[in-house]
């Protein structure tokens, strides 16, 4: 099992960018697949970016290809979300995910963060 913390998140304007972090417990962190979602007013949360166990493959929604990267350090129990170019539909609450298996498919996340909300407004 293990337990996820999200942070980063808050107010920037179009165009701005923001870091989320993602902290995970437990010594079995490198074995989950790990996924940011996100989850707009009115809107069924969605999978935006995942990361493999091994760092070395990645998955992009298509609205955020280009603007966001994924990365994860397994020796800090850390995962990140790097969102640059923000875009006022890109407001959402993003939660941290860990899983195991297909990294892409979004049925496979059983572990989440509490959840950060990031706005973009001018």
């Known amino acids: 099992q293990v337990r996820l913390v999200d942070s980063g998140g808050g107010l920037v304007q179009p165009g701005g960018s923001l870091r989320l972090s993602c902290a995970a417990s437990?010594?079995?962190?490198?074995?989950?697949?790990m996924g940011w979602f996100r989850q707009a007013p009115g809107k069924e949360r969605g999978l935006v970016a995942a990361?493999?166990?091994?760092?070395?493959?990645?998955y992009y929604a298509d609205s955020v290809k280009g603007r966001f990267t994924i990365s994860r350090d397994n020796a800090k129990n850390m995962v990140y979300l790097q969102m640059n170019s923000l875009k006022p539909e890109d407001t959402a609450v993003y939660y941290c995910?860990?899983?195991?298996?297909?990294?892409?498919?979004?049925?496979?996340?059983?572990?989440w963060g509490q959840g950060t909300q990031v706005t973009v407004s001018s």
């Open positions: 990361i493999s166990r091994s760092v070395l493959s990645t």
């Open positions: 995910a860990a899983g195991r298996g297909d990294y892409s498919d979004p049925k496979n996340y059983d572990y």
């Open positions: 437990g010594r079995t962190f490198s074995i989950y697949v």
